[in-house]
Structures are given as structure tokens and as C-alpha cells.
């Protein structure tokens, strides 16, 4: 079982960003998938949820810095998983993980699977 | 917005017991997860839904619950134990994550 990132970088503020994640050794259209992001030196932040199927997404807009700047999307025929960040800030710095979510058709989302993580810097 | 409440530190010797606690007051009605980061590394699931321990992870991990307050306990302290751990939950229609700030253990 294995997620690995791909598609950080540094990039200026008000750019784009697309990340990528690769999933193998798992039946990748059976679960629910998350981004978690760790800026420098803090703790944990949920990002987005997207259901097995893709059918329903959810984020953590209820956070000013982050609303309506995030899509998650999967592609299951490719077991791949999607970030795209738009307009971003200096404040979305971070390390950015793709998690497996075996709870989430359950009602209790959880990570027991996660990447390595791939590092956005957002600077000029 | 919901908050989930940890030490930010805590100070343990090699075999002795340490408890990490987590407070939020949704926690009686949704399962608490937690995970261990150390430094360089992905966070790694150590307990899931309150008091189920993963595959792989050592008998010296446990959880336990009680009211809002979940708790993290670590029987006989390695120096390998030192780390980051992060509690984690959802709010009442289980689409919402949450994580509590995090608790850096010190094994002196």
C-alpha cells in the first residue's frame, strides 16, 4: 500500500498549483481520499475529502484563508488523486499530504494511509 | 469553529507512563483517532476509533475515553516514542476533519 505526491514547487503568490497523488497496492475506487496540509513548523490541517466514487467533496472553507481556492478530483481508472490551489498566499506553504480514508462512508473520517508529502512554497 | 484541545508538551523518563490528553466537547459522539509524528516523517496512525490499536503498532500505545476528554497513553516510554502526536476528529455529520494542535513528547 503506497501514496506518493508529486506537483509542489515554488511559486509566486496569486499562482497556480496542481498536485498529483499515485496510489498502488490498494482497490483506490473503494476508498475516500484526503489532503492534509503542515506549514513550517506546525501541526496538522485538514484540507479535503472526496468520496470513493468522487460523487461528494468537501473542504475546509470554513477557514477564511481557504475558502473556494481548493478542488480535490480523482481519477479512478488512473488511481490518482487531485489538488488543484488557485490564487495562492504565502500562508499556504506546506507540506501536503494524500491520505487514504477508510472511515469516511462511516461517518468518521480517519488517515491510515499517508504519502510522503509533497512541499509548496508560495514566495516572489 | 470547532476546536480539539491538547498540551502543547509533555516530558517523560524512559519506562514510565506518559498520557496525552485531547478535549472537544463533540468527542462523545464521534471516535477519536490519533497519530504520531516524527520529525522529517509522515504522520503514522497509532490509535484508531478511541481504543483500537492498529496492526504493527506496539501493545504500549492505548487509548481510552471518558466525557469530551480522549486520551492517549504510552506504557513504558521509549526514547524511540519521542515524537509529535496529533489527536484527530469530525464534526456531528462525520464530513468535517478536525485536528487538535498537537503534543510534542520529550523523552528526557
Known amino acids: 500500500v503506497q501514496l506518493e505526491e508529486s506537483g509542489g514547487g515554488l511559486v509566486e503568490p496569486g499562482g497556480s498549483l496542481r498536485l498529483s497523488c499515485a496510489a498502488s497496492?490498494?482497490?483506490?475506487?473503494?476508498?475516500?481520499m484526503n489532503w492534509v496540509r503542515q506549514a513550517p513548523g506546525r501541526g496538522l490541517e485538514w484540507v479535503a475529502c472526496i468520496s470513493s466514487r468522487g460523487s461528494y467533496t468537501y473542504y475546509a472553507d470554513h477557514a477564511d484563508s481557504m475558502r473556494g481556492r481548493f478542488t480535490i478530483s480523482r481519477d479512478n481508472a488512473e488511481n490518482s488523486l487531485f489538488l488543484q490551489i488557485n490564487r495562492l498566499r504565502a500562508d499556504d506553504t506546506a507540506v501536503y499530504y494524500c491520505?487514504?480514508?477508510?472511515?469516511?462512508?462511516?461517518?468518521?473520517?480517519?488517515?491510515?494511509?499517508w504519502g510522503q508529502g509533497t512541499t509548496v512554497t508560495v514566495s516572489s | 469553529s470547532y476546536e480539539l484541545t491538547q498540551p502543547p508538551s509533555l516530558s517523560v523518563s524512559p519506562g514510565q507512563t506518559a498520557r496525552i490528553t485531547c478535549s472537544g466537547d463533540?468527542?462523545?459522539?464521534?471516535?477519536t483517532y490519533w497519530y504520531q509524528q516524527k520529525p522529517g516523517q509522515a504522520p503514522v496512525e497509532v490509535i484508531y476509533k478511541d481504543t483500537e490499536r492498529p496492526s504493527g503498532i506496539p501493545e504500549r500505545f492505548s487509548g481510552s475515553s471518558s466525557g469530551t476528554t480522549v486520551t492517549l497513553t504510552i506504557r513504558g516510554v521509549q526514547a524511540e516514542d519521542e515524537a509529535d502526536y496529533y489527536c484527530?476528529?469530525?464534526?456531528?455529520?462525520?464530513?468535517?476533519?478536525?485536528f487538535g494542535g498537537g503534543t510534542k513528547l520529550t523523552v528526557l
Open positions: 463533540k468527542l462523545p459522539k464521534q471516535y
Open positions: 484527530q476528529s469530525s464534526d456531528n455529520s462525520g464530513t468535517y476533519v478536525i
Open positions: 491520505t487514504r480514508d477508510p472511515g469516511f462512508q462511516f461517518n468518521s473520517p480517519h488517515m491510515d494511509v
Open positions: 497496492g490498494f482497490i483506490f475506487s473503494n476508498y475516500a
